[in-house]
């Protein structure tokens, strides 16, 4: 048998070879593998939250309480500078009745102030509060309807007296929440 050719090939030694690349650091590594289900965990409890706003108008009314009670406690503070006081104590009542109310998961236009301050005293509330809250309610509507033009230092008095009663109910709703 005769050879005709070389039929293996040598490795070539003489080429300059480069050094394998760096490996990952580890900590590129940990990201890798704990980044992405991170992301779709936290995406999940996103879906989750917005599903459960959507379903649960409870839910919803106790998380905006308090963003829509500073809102409309604005608005009476704003009357007050304008020295309007139909429109202060229309927007002082929808502060207190409406953050209440969405605390009690109680839809605003479906209870009355009564029915808050029932509601409070089954809660526990103490009776000297709810004695304070009566009577701011039956202060702001006497001056909502009453002919007659309210003293700014008053209005002011109403307001700071607000903002304690529902500083003070908010606890005790929040008290009630958790257990």
């Known amino acids: ?4 050719a070389r039929d293996i090939r040598y490795l070539k030694t003489a080429l300059p070879l480069r050094p394998p690349a760096e490996p990952l650091s580890p900590v590129l590594w940990l ?3 704990f980044f992405p289900p991170l992301v779709v965990l936290v ?3 996103w879906r989750r939250h917005l599903d459960r706003l959507a379903a649960d108008p409870r839910y919803a009314r106790k998380l905006t309480a308090s963003k829509s009670a500073r809102q409309a406690l604005k608005q009476a503070r704003q009357a007050r500078l304008r020295r309007d006081p139909k429109k ?6 929808q502060a ?3 953050y209440l109310a969405d605390e009690l998961g109680v839809s605003r236009s479906g ?14 509330a103490e009776k000297a509060l709810l004695e304070q809250l009566t ?7 006497y001056a909502r309807f009453a002919a007659g033009g309210r ?3 008053e209005m002011g008095a109403h307001e700071k007296r607000a903002e304690v009663l529902l500083t003070q109910l908010g606890k005790i709703l929040r008290k009630e929440r958790r257990v």
Not at 1 to 4: A, F, L, P, W
Not at 88 to 93: N, R, V
């Open 1 to 4: 048998m005769k050879v005709i």
């Open 31 to 33: 990201m890798g593998f």
């Open 43 to 45: 995406l999940w409890g």
């Open 88 to 93: 202060f104590y229309g927007a002082l009542t």
């Open 96 to 98: 207190v009745t409406g």
């Open 111 to 124: 209870i009355t102030q009564r029915e808050i301050v029932h509601r409070l005293h089954m809660l526990g």
């Open 135 to 141: 009577e701011l309610f039956d202060e702001t509507d």
């Open 151 to 153: 003293e700014l230092a």
